[in-house]
């Protein structure tokens, strides 16, 4: 007797029937970020995994509100594009959007959506090694020596929640242990340390700057 071990399928079945929402904060001053997370639903959309995959904007159009509110799928992903889970993704989008928790069931005489509130983008191991990845390249083109580098993480930050310096905090330690450079430090927009405290956090000869932003949006492109 052959027993035949099948392999499974990662993607649900329904997925192929499913809507994705990329929801990132959006900005009406610097359309360059909103248009970069148009080109990653547009690349998610062409490998033919889910039925349809839209960016949407909290700050701007569309508001994933809307796109739910007229769509005809029943099984509705919302992916917060966002570089850490924290304020946005516990209170913002719940809150902007009436869900309740990772599962909402909208149902109405007519109708019947299940929505479901998944982890910010930022939140998978493979954008922290990306961040470390950047680094290496750095450090690797520019020939410099790991005694004489420092690296700046830049975030946004928010007193109204932890979540975001947390994962900052995972981002620094994992360039920390990599060896590629002997000093780091973490900074941010509208929390301490600031980042314009930055040449006393990091007196390296070389210091490297890695915005921690999904987007080159106005924090990006402007504020830091």
């Given at each position: ?14 997925w ?13 001053t610097t359309?360059e ?5 148009r080109r ?26 809307d ?22 993704i ?10 309740d ?14 929505v479901?509130l998944?982890?910010?983008v ?15 390249s750095i ?8 005694d004489?580098?420092?690296?700046l ?11 975001g310096?947390n994962?900052?905090e995972?981002?620094?330690?994992d360039i920390h ?11 941010f ?13 990091v ?6 700057a ?7 949006g ?7």
């Amino acid at each position: 007797m052959t027993i035949k071990t099948a392999t499974p399928n990662p993607c649900p079945k329904h997925w192929g029937k499913s809507l994705v929402l990329l929801a990132a904060h959006g900005s009406e001053t610097t359309p360059e970020g909103a248009e970069f997370v148009r080109r990653q639903a547009e690349a998610l959309r062409q490998r033919g995994i889910f039925g349809d995959v839209r960016a949407t904007f909290m700050r701007d159009v569309p508001h994933p509100r809307d796109i739910i509110a007229t769509s005809d799928y029943q099984h509705i992903y919302v992916v917060p594009f966002m570089v850490s889970d924290g304020h946005s993704i516990d209170i913002m989008i719940p809150e902007a959007m009436a869900l309740d928790g990772t599962l909402t069931e909208m149902i109405t005489q007519t109708d019947h959506k299940r929505v479901y509130l998944c982890r910010a983008v930022g939140t998978h191991r493979a954008v922290r090694n990306w961040s470390r990845d950047i680094i290496s390249s750095i450090t690797t083109d520019h020939g410099l020596s790991p005694d004489d580098t420092g690296a700046l993480v830049l975030c946004h930050g928010t007193t109204r929640h932890q979540g975001g310096r947390n994962y900052a905090e995972q981002v620094t330690r994992d360039i920390h242990n990599s060896g590629l450079v002997a000093r780091t430090a973490m900074l941010f927009l509208e929390e301490a340390p600031r980042i314009d405290e930055w040449r006393s956090c990091v007196p390296s000869r070389y210091v490297i700057a890695l915005p921690y932003l999904m987007t080159s949006g106005r924090h990006g492109a402007f504020d830091i």
